[in-house]
């Protein structure tokens, strides 16, 4: 097995400078997953925080993500060292933690994600089994792939911005628009014009700590103006709405404009 063959596809194309798209899972099916994945997206977000089903009703899913060169994300339901251990055990790559707030929540997320000695991660990865991935492969190289993405969405992680995405480990920094607008006071209302002019200037306040922005969207012209404001992590929407056919076509779009902007 070679050295690449844990490399995590979002850290990469993000230390490249280069977008990195992806789509939501909008229901345990591995159906819906196949099909998303199919589009050709580069990550795939599982959802364990508001969707009604817990990690055993999605266990077979980061395993097709990763027979497909995607990387499978999951948003764990909170900073919970045990909710992280067991999704990344089913193969995610990727852990997103919602509502972190301060610098040591994100010391946290990262601790809990990771193997000694950069953190605390309990030894025993299931999805390698079903893969036949030796530990041999994998465990060296776990803590390289493993992604972290910590969501801000209350008063607290606004305040703390810049030194949640200052944390060593913390990957992607990302905008949730609807928790935003709620803790702005505009509950409901992601376009309100204060909660956009905080979205408008959040991928410059975390790239002062060189970390990308991500956020999440639908469609093709709001993806496309986020990529211009200058987030580079970016759900651009799912199957359930814009079908396999139309989220296609957006990725690709989405990929020329990427394409044209950086000149490859």
Sequence with gaps: MSENKFENKIKR?????????GASLPDASEFLAKVTVDTGIDFLWIDLEHRPFEVEAVQWIPIICRRKGCEPLVRVAGLDAQLIKKALDIGASTIMVPQINNAEEARRAVQYAKYPPEGTRGVSPSWTFYMDVSWDDYLPRANQETCIVVQIESPSGIQNLESIAAVPGVDVVFAGPMDLSACLGHIGQPGHPEVQKFLDEFPSRVAKAGKPAGITLRGFDASGDAYAKGYRFICIGN????????????LKKLRDVGALSDGS
Aim: charged fraction near 10%; hydrophobic fraction near 60%.
């Design 13 to 21: 194309l993000l230390a490249a400078g280069k977008p990195v798209w």
């Design 239 to 250: 199957v359930a709405f814009q079908g396999s056919v139309g989220l296609a076509a957006d």
